[in-house]
């Protein structure tokens, strides 16, 4: 099913979430008179449908969950249309039959519901879908709606660990209790075999989403940039123009590389699809030509992978994406690693759920990312936060394996920052004996282990990672790896091996190895005898620490999880239960009667000008500029009717990192709700219906 469907929230701020389709139905909207009229036409049509009663209907009219949950089935196995235009056609062709439906009464809401949901999949921005939805579609039917929609995000989530990793990999993903080194224990996702293995035996094959060659090796014209094969001066395959001088070992690498990334971040050509691609003047190629530039140079002068792996990997998430919209007939190579049964999960849906280190990039870095982005695809650089790019770093850092042949390289240069400022990867041979760097999905979910039980070999003189077994495995145990070089060296004594391994550990992973072969080699005894008895510093997002704790107890010790403000259960904390003329109720009954913001859980009063737009100035938002961590996004709520920002205030906050989208408070609340509910980093600011001002308590 569609990205679109599954993860709702995400749609207006993730890069997957129909980037191309959303660039062409918004020229659509702004470029074609009939389309418009049409738009308009079925919106008008869809609030004359509804009767009297069923506008003042307030549930779904007693809706079997097991016939909900057949009609939600039956939809999930129909075909999505591949072209935009016949995505547009479908959405049209839905959304009519659905109005249809419901002028037919009660017995028909279900099969209308199906239309608007059938809508829903294809539409590139559902958020917006929802809040027309909430106010031309008869009530039964949109409760309908939100149901199925609810049921779905719930069974993608919680069903993610059934589909991956693909049973092919023979490999799956358990939780388990570890040591977080400060005396408690941790929960952690690991990988267990699903079968016996013998030492030697392959366990699974496994291609990177995204690899680096190291620095000093990229414009040596030696290795693929694509794959790390290496290369022969006189078969060399060498683009017209490259910024990072790339040579591949194949045409088939060439285009690969040029698909997944290359393209979007060195090269003038669009990231979209032909036929989709809007005219780019002079002036607009020579900003995204200087912007390339300067990324190009920021990485040759700081000679880090991280940065450019990030940038890959956003890369091939619009490449995902754009891909669904090439016409049928178009043949491009595999633009979505094929990681799960079924499901389909996206990029962006696998790496959320990885552990990470907290770091902090430059603000040069993220900056000049942004720029190339947005040069290539005005739009995409609101994926890129500060917050954002710092947690995609982080997950590179913790995750990325080093890439060496036989035994490793002895002419890597000696670094020159500090040993804990040098760039690690998981690599038994040393990071110093890598030729380049890779992000391998499965593989992240492998622990360390100084007395492995599996190693990671790329035999076949590629990046590809093979995983093969050390010792004899069994059915449901643990696969570990090293991540460093826990050989003992000739010159060491046993103590000095231990100290050097969880050295190298602590410096690169922040975690006090708790192995039994540290523990048996621990001769004083003592957790600080190698001075790194610290707390496993790794994390996950706070969403995925949400689903994976449960549904949240709230008053009456009644479980919520996926509701929403019209369903009729208790909401979440800090949400709004309903707008009026009195002001802005809260799932607690509190009624706030003046404009105020919720922002990180926390509701604040918030003292504006009664009169819209007039006297506002950047300091009414600047409460966002000092919130650490920042919101994604900022719903704004601008009382009755919708107000546009001035385009200051806009510009503003989007310099801050903050996607704003500007709507009525009714509107705003329901989509701040929906936000809240998925985990998201999202705050509100919010107008009453009747403008008011704050009263200080010593106001007479």
């Not at 290369?231 to 698909?259: E, I, N």
């Not at 990867?425 to 039980?453: D, N, W």
């Not at 995983?467 to 010159?491: F, M, N, S, W």
Request: charge should be negative; proline fraction near 7%; hydrophobic fraction near 35%.
């Amino acid at each position: 099913m569609n990205r679109s469907t599954t993860i709702l929230t995400v749609a207006s701020v993730a890069v997957g979430s129909l980037v191309a389709y959303a660039v062409y139905f918004d020229y659509k909207r702004r470029n074609d008179a009939s389309f418009r009229k049409q738009l308009r036409k079925d919106k008008k049509r869809v609030a004359k449908s509804q009767t009297p009663s069923e506008s003042a209907q307030p549930t779904s009219g007693g809706v079997d969950p097991t016939e909900l949950r057949n009609a939600l089935e039956k939809v999930r196995k129909e075909e999505v249309p591949a072209s935009p235009e016949e995505k547009e056609q479908y959405f049209m062709a839905q959304v009519g039959m659905g109005e249809q439906l419901c002028a037919q009464g009660p017995m028909f809401h279900l099969p209308a519901a199906m239309c608007f949901y059938r809508a829903l999949r294809v539409y590139p921005s559902p958020v917006e879908l929802i809040v027309i939805y909430e106010k031309t579609v008869p009530p039964p039917v949109f409760q309908l709606v939100m149901e199925m929609t609810n049921m779905d995000v719930k069974d993608r989530v919680e069903g993610y660990y059934d589909c991956f990793p693909a049973k092919s990999m023979n490999v799956a993903v358990e939780t388990i209790e570890v040591p977080d080194g400060s005396g408690n224990v941790m929960r952690k996702k690991v990988l267990v075999a699903i079968k016996d293995f013998e030492a030697g035996d392959l366990i699974y094959k496994e291609e990177a989403v995204a690899t680096v060659l190291d620095a000093d090796l990229q414009r040596t014209g030696t290795r693929c940039t694509h794959c790390f094969r290496e290369v022969q001066q006189d078969t060399a395959v060498r683009p017209d123009s490259d910024r990072l001088d790339s040579v591949y070992c194949s045409k088939d690498c060439q285009l690969k590389s040029q698909t997944y990334s290359q393209n979007l971040l060195f090269t003038l050509e669009s990231p979209l699809p032909a036929e989709m691609a809007p005219d780019v003047g002079a002036p607009a190629k020579e900003d995204r030509d200087a912007a390339q530039k300067a990324f190009a140079e920021y990485l040759e002068r700081t000679g880090k992978a991280a940065p450019l792996l990030v940038a890959r990997f956003i890369a091939r998430q619009v490449c995902s994406e754009t891909a669904k919209m090439i016409p049928r007939g178009i043949i491009l190579p595999g633009t979505e690693p094929s990681l799960t049964d079924g499901g389909e999960y996206t990029l962006y849906d696998h790496v959320e759920r990885l552990r990470y280190l907290e770091v902090t990039p430059s603000d040069e870095e993220v900056k000049l990312l942004r720029d190339v982005l947005q040069t290539a695809l005005p739009g995409l650089e609101q994926f890129i936060t500060d917050e954002r790019h710092a947690t995609f770093l982080g997950k590179m850092a913790y995750n990325a394996y080093g890439v060496s042949f036989g035994s490793g390289r002895d002419d890597k240069p000696e670094p020159t920052e500090r040993p804990e400022d040098v760039e690690k990867t998981r690599t038994p041979y040393g990071t110093s004996r890598q030729i380049g760097t890779g992000f391998y999905v499965v593989s992240s979910y492998i622990s360390h282990s100084c007395a492995p039980s599996a190693r990671p070999s790329f035999s076949n003189g590629t990046s590809e990672l093979h995983l093969v077994a050390e010792r004899a495995i069994k059915k449901g145990d643990e696969i570990t790896v090293a991540y460093v070089d826990v050989t003992q060296h000739p010159e060491e004594t046993v103590a000095e091996a231990r100290r050097r391994r969880r050295v190298e550990l602590a410096r690169g992973w922040r975690f006090a190895c708790p192995c039994a072969r540290c523990a048996e080699e621990n001769v004083s005894g003592t957790a600080s005898d190698d001075g790194h008895g610290q707390k496993d510093e790794s994390r996950v997002e706070p969403v995925v620490t949400r689903v994976e704790e449960g549904p949240t107890t709230l008053r009456n010790d009644r479980p919520t999880t996926l509701t929403n403000m019209l369903a009729g259960d208790v909401p979440p904390a800090v949400q709004v239960n309903s707008v009026s003329a009195e002001g802005i109720q809260l799932a607690d009954g509190l009624i706030l009667p003046s404009a105020c913001i919720f922002l990180d859980g926390k509701v604040f009063l918030w003292n504006v000008p009664t009169t819209l737009w007039a006297g506002w100035g950047k300091e009414h938002f600047g409460i966002f500029e000092t919130a650490v961590p920042k919101p994604e996004i900022l719903v704004l709520g601008t009382g009755k009717s919708m107000a546009l920002l001035p385009p200051f205030l806009r510009s503003y906050v989007r310099q801050l990192g903050i996607q704003v989208d500007v709507m009525d408070t009714r509107n705003a609340c329901s989509t701040y709700n929906l936000l809240a509910e998925e985990g998201r980093r999202v705050a509100a600011a919010l107008l009453p219906y009747s403008p008011r001002s704050w009263r200080p308590q010593n106001s007479p």
